[in-house]
Nanobody, 127 residues
C-alpha cells in the first residue's frame, strides 16, 4: 500500500531553519505531484507548497514565498521542504500529500485533490 512518512520536524528558534522530508513507497513516485500542507492548533489545514512529478514546476502560498523551497528526489522517492527564516506563525503539524496525476495546477491548494497523506511532523518555532 501507499505510505508517506514525514520526518525532520522539531523545535527551532525564530529565524532558524528546518528541512522536512517525506519518504514515499507503494506508488510510482515520479508520476505523482506532491505537496506540503500544515495545520496549526485551532486553524484549518492549509496548503504550503506543491511540486509536479518531474520537479520542473513548483507552487507556493504567498506567506512562504522566498522562505520555503519544495524539491524532490525521484531516485530516492522523497520530497523535501526546506524552511528558512521560520516564524512563530509557521508552527504547525506539516503533512505531505500525493495527488493522483495529472497535476491540477488550478486547484493545487485544495486538499481534496490529494489522495494519499502522511501522518505529519510537528514544527515548533519559539520567539
Amino acid at each position: 500500500q501507499v505510505q508517506l512518512v514525514e520526518s525532520g520536524g522539531g523545535l527551532v528558534q525564530a529565524g532558524g531553519s528546518l528541512r522536512l522530508s517525506c519518504a514515499a513507497s507503494g506508488l510510482a513516485f515520479s508520476s505523482f505531484p506532491m505537496a506540503w500542507f500544515r495545520r496549526a492548533p485551532g486553524r484549518e489545514r492549509e496548503s504550503v507548497a506543491a511540486i509536479t512529478g518531474g520537479g520542473a514546476d513548483t507552487y507556493y502560498v504567498d506567506s512562504v514565498k522566498g522562505r520555503f523551497t519544495i524539491s524532490r528526489d525521484n531516485f530516492e522517492n522523497t520530497v523535501y521542504l526546506q524552511m528558512n527564516s521560520l516564524q512563530p506563525e509557521d508552527a504547525a503539524v506539516y503533512y505531505c500529500a500525493a495527488q493522483v496525476p495529472p497535476f491540477n495546477r488550478d486547484r493545487w491548494r485544495n486538499s481534496y485533490n490529494y489522495k494519499y497523506w502522511g501522518q505529519g511532523t510537528q514544527v515548533t518555532v519559539s520567539s
